[in-house]
């Protein structure tokens, strides 16, 4: 397996959670890595990335809200969400930031109740 997310569950709105997803490539610590969602009946969609160097960009929808961070010595990717809304609920997953991706994981399921 090649990232390996986890961390999500059932939460009610304004709660919290930190998902974290591991990278079994040896060339982690050289790509800009992104977290994804996908919503029951939509695209898989990028919602924030980290480059190499630590530098962060997020969607419009997650700004101020997700914070997203790495740890190349654990070859890990992570993903604090705030304040989570209903609209969050979707599968999360971690890869690179553009193609040649990484065979994709199963993703971790963040599920929001109002």
């Known amino acids: 397996v090649q990232l390996q997310a986890s961390g999500g569950g059932l939460v009610q709105a304004g709660g919290s959670l930190r998902l974290s997803c591991v990278a079994s490539?040896?060339?982690?610590?050289?790509?800009?890595m992104g977290w994804y969602r996908q919503a029951p009946g939509k695209p898989r969609a990028l919602v924030a990335f980290?480059?190499?160097?630590?530098?962060?960009n997020y969607a419009d929808s997650v700004k101020g809200r997700f914070a997203i961070s790495r740890d190349n010595a654990k070859k890990t990717v992570y993903l604090l969400i705030n304040n989570l809304e209903p609209e969050d609920t979707a599968v999360y997953y971690c890869?690179?930031?553009?193609?040649?991706?990484?065979?994709w994981g199963q993703g971790t399921q963040v599920t929001v109740s109002s």
């Open positions: 890869n690179k930031y553009s193609p040649p991706y990484y065979t």
């Open positions: 490539r040896s060339d982690f610590s050289i790509n800009t």
């Open positions: 980290i480059t190499a160097g630590g530098n962060t």
